[in-house]
């Protein structure tokens, strides 16, 4: 069992920016993927941002150039460095990790809030 453990949403203006954070348990060498998703209220959770074991980077088009997915590795620690935030940025996000290629597993989320 992965668990993990999102923070950094909150309330901001718009063209502000939010750091979110997941930090996950186990070893990396173990995680195919990780990545962040978000849902915004009466929409599908959709796939903002992902890291493959080596590295590749992954990202919507509506966020490209706006936000970054980092990691460390050290710190088991995931990260979505948001600027630029638009009011249609508002929804849950969470943090996904593939497991092994077997397995998924999410976090709680965390909510992110861009006012006009």
């Known amino acids: 069992q992965v668990q993990l453990v999102e923070s950094g949403g909150g309330l901001v203006q718009a063209g502000g920016s939010l750091r979110l954070s997941c930090v996950h348990s186990?070893?990396?060498?173990?995680?195919?993927?990780m990545g962040w998703y978000r849902q915004a209220p009466g929409r599908q959770r959709e796939l903002v941002a992902d890291?493959?074991?080596?590295?590749?980077?992954n990202y919507a088009d509506s966020v490209k150039g706006r936000f970054t997915a980092s990691r460390d590795i050290a710190k088991n620690t995931l990260y979505l460095q948001m600027n630029s935030l638009k009011p249609e940025d508002t929804a849950v996000y969470y943090c996904?990790?593939?497991?092994?290629?077997?397995?998924?597993?999410w976090g709680q989320g965390t909510q992110v809030t861009v006012s006009s």
């Open positions: 996904r990790v593939d497991w092994r290629g077997t397995t998924n597993y």
């Open positions: 890291i493959s074991l080596g590295g590749i980077t």
């Open positions: 186990g070893s990396f060498l173990d995680i195919k993927v």
